[in-house]
């Protein structure tokens, strides 16, 4: 993404997240196997080395996804991004969760400390196979984004990807798997797992 002069420290927090968030999501996919490992390749980023998608279209459908939270997240306005895995019946069963504060009241430079910080979830990603769960056979998946309120509508196309949408929620709470956390100003970022409850009777619909 290009680095633009004179942004607001919101701005270049926001605009380093993005960036993080496509590479994080790509390492994601990758480690849970849905596609051959044919369907990436290595490339590097904050120096370390990482996966790239190589089909057009899923190397599009993230970017474009996570391009288009960037108006909302430069506001304050995103709360969580979730990489959700589905079985045959379109229940969840699995959620990678990052939750995010970022400080719009901000006034320093962060690219340098900030960048450093985000690396090490990378790597820890890269080495978290063992924590989760084998996928059913023929399962999808789609990125969610949750806002602290309801955005307006706003002219970037990318972002007009982002649209209310109809998903099933579990009733018992969830199982969490922290996987790493950062607290430092102007973001706070927490990573962790989500399973269903062994006890989960069953999902019921939600309209958000």
């Known amino acids: 993404?290009?680095?633009?002069?004179?942004?607001?420290?919101?701005?270049?927090?926001?605009?380093?997240?993005?960036?993080?968030?496509?590479?994080?999501?790509?390492?994601?996919?990758?480690?849970?196997?849905?596609?051959?490992?044919?369907?990436?390749?290595?490339?590097?980023?904050?120096?370390?080395?990482?996966?790239?998608?190589?089909?057009p279209?899923?190397?599009?459908?993230?970017?474009?996804?996570?391009?288009?939270?960037?108006?909302?997240?430069?506001?304050?306005?995103v709360e969580r991004v979730a990489v959700v895995f589905y079985n045959n019946d379109n229940i969840p069963v699995e959620r990678f969760i990052f939750k995010l504060n970022v400080n719009q009241s901000y006034g320093s430079k962060v690219e340098g400390s900030l960048e450093f910080s985000l690396?090490?979830?990378?790597?820890?990603?890269?080495?978290?196979?063992?924590?989760?769960?084998?996928?059913?056979?023929?399962?999808?998946?789609?990125?969610?984004?949750?806002?602290?309120?309801?955005?307006?509508v706003t002219e970037n196309k990318d972002a007009k990807l982002w649209i209310p949408t109809d998903t099933k929620q579990w009733q018992q709470p969830s199982l969490i798997t922290p996987i790493k956390s950062l607290s430092s100003e102007p973001l706070c970022l927490q990573l962790y797992m989500e399973h269903p409850n062994q006890s989960e009777p069953k999902l019921e619909e939600n309209t958000t």
């Open 1 to 55: 993404m290009e680095r633009r002069e004179n942004q607001s420290p919101q701005d270049e927090t926001a605009r380093i997240l993005v960036e993080f968030l496509e590479v994080a999501i790509t390492s994601i996919v990758f480690l849970k196997g849905v596609y051959p490992s044919g369907a990436f390749e290595r490339r590097r980023y904050m120096n370390i080395v990482v996966q790239r998608a190589k089909h």
């Open 119 to 152: 690396r090490s979830f990378l790597m820890k990603l890269s080495v978290s196979g063992s924590l989760t769960k084998v996928l059913p056979r023929d399962c999808r998946w789609e990125i969610t984004a949750y806002f602290r309120s309801i955005p307006q």
């Open 57 to 77: 279209e899923l190397r599009d459908y993230i970017h474009s996804a996570i391009t288009g939270l960037l108006p909302f997240m430069q506001k304050g306005l």
